[in-house]
């Protein structure tokens, strides 16, 4: 079981960081960007097209967009412990 971070006056370190604001703020800006583009739309993906509600493409992309992040920066974390 490990502790949290504490600094040297026992109390715990702040966990909201100026980057962690500004990704947070733009975590919310972009949920509610998608949620607000509620219409039907014709993607075209390749071949086919499909007609699909605009937020759940957007949602699609943003969490491609996630996965490909995380990993990248599960690969940095790992060259760096070499």
């Not at 960081?17 to 993906?45: D, H, K, P, S, W």
């Amino acid at each position: 079981m490990t502790s949290s971070p504490r600094s040297s006056t026992g109390t715990p370190r702040a966990f909201w960081t100026r980057g962690r604001i500004i990704i947070a703020a733009i975590a919310v800006l972009t949920l509610v960007f998608i949620f607000e583009n509620t219409r039907r739309t014709r993607i075209r993906l390749l071949v086919p097209e499909v007609t699909m509600p605009l937020w759940l493409a957007l949602f699609a992309t943003a969490l491609i967009g996630l996965i490909c992040g995380l990993y990248w920066g599960h690969l940095r974390s790992r060259d760096q412990g070499r």
